[in-house]
């Protein structure tokens, strides 16, 4: 089956400046690959995704890279804002229906003010 | 976007006692339904895979018999955690694909707690 590693498992960046995590997946049959962020208490909340046939895709401070020959991906926000700050996962699935994903062991960002 | 409903937010029980824990998507239609365990500081562990209409796939060492899941229609998923002990206090998540969208849209997900 998949498995996906995401590192650093925590990060402290100070306001305004930018933070990067990183995941590997093992199955290169995986073709989608979402970011969750969540907060205290809540579900996950899709922030961003990219698919095996792009690979880069950029929504405002955030930006995702793919690297599908070395399996890995990786979430960059720049200009970081305090409420930034939550635990972000990364995931790795095939897309279409009934398809499970697996998901990384998150990354928890603090955003120091 | 695409909305899931979870309830309740939160919920205590006593052992022995069984709790039902809702999702409903509000705006599409969830042909697959994911209910996840979540313990603190840790990742997402998926427990089970439903899809609409047939019973639901469980992982590796969840006990379906403990563990209820009913997806009857393709707005509405329930898992139903059975004679609850206070090992099973956890927060559950519950996310769905619907044929229409194009990803993962998680519950805001429960938080059961048994005394």
């Known amino acids: 089956g998949e498995n996906v590693e995401q590192h650093p498992s925590t990060l402290s960046v100070q306001e305004g400046d930018s933070a990067v995590i990183k995941c590997t997946y093992s199955d290169s049959a995986s073709n989608y690959f979402p970011w969750y962020k969540q907060e205290l208490g809540k579900g996950p909340q899709l922030i961003i995704d990219i698919r095996s046939n792009v690979g880069e895709k950029k929504d405002q401070r955030i930006a995702v890279t793919l690297n599908k020959t070395a399996k890995h991906f990786s979430l960059h926000i720049t200009e970081t804002q305090p409420e930034d700050s939550a635990v972000y996962f990364c995931a790795a699935s095939l897309s279409g229906g009934y398809q499970k994903v697996t998901f990384g062991i998150g990354t928890k960002l603090q955003v120091i003010p | 976007g695409a909305v899931v409903s979870q309830h309740p937010s939160r919920v205590i029980c006593k052992s022995g006692t069984s709790v039902k824990i809702e999702c409903r998507s509000l705006d599409f239609q969830a042909t697959t339904m994911f209910w996840y365990r979540q313990f603190p500081k840790q990742s997402l562990m998926l427990m089970a895979t439903?899809?609409?209409?047939?019973?639901?796939?469980?992982e590796q060492g969840v006990e379906k018999d403990k563990f209820l899941i009913n997806h009857a229609s393709l707005t509405l998923s329930t898992l139903t955690v059975t004679s609850a002990h206070p090992e099973d206090s956890s927060f559950y998540i519950c996310?769905?694909?619907?044929?229409?969208?194009?990803?993962?849209?998680f519950g805001s997900g429960t938080r059961l707690t048994v005394v």
């Open positions: 996310s769905a694909e619907g044929t229409d969208n194009y990803g993962y849209t």
């Open positions: 439903s899809n609409e209409g047939s019973k639901a796939t469980y």
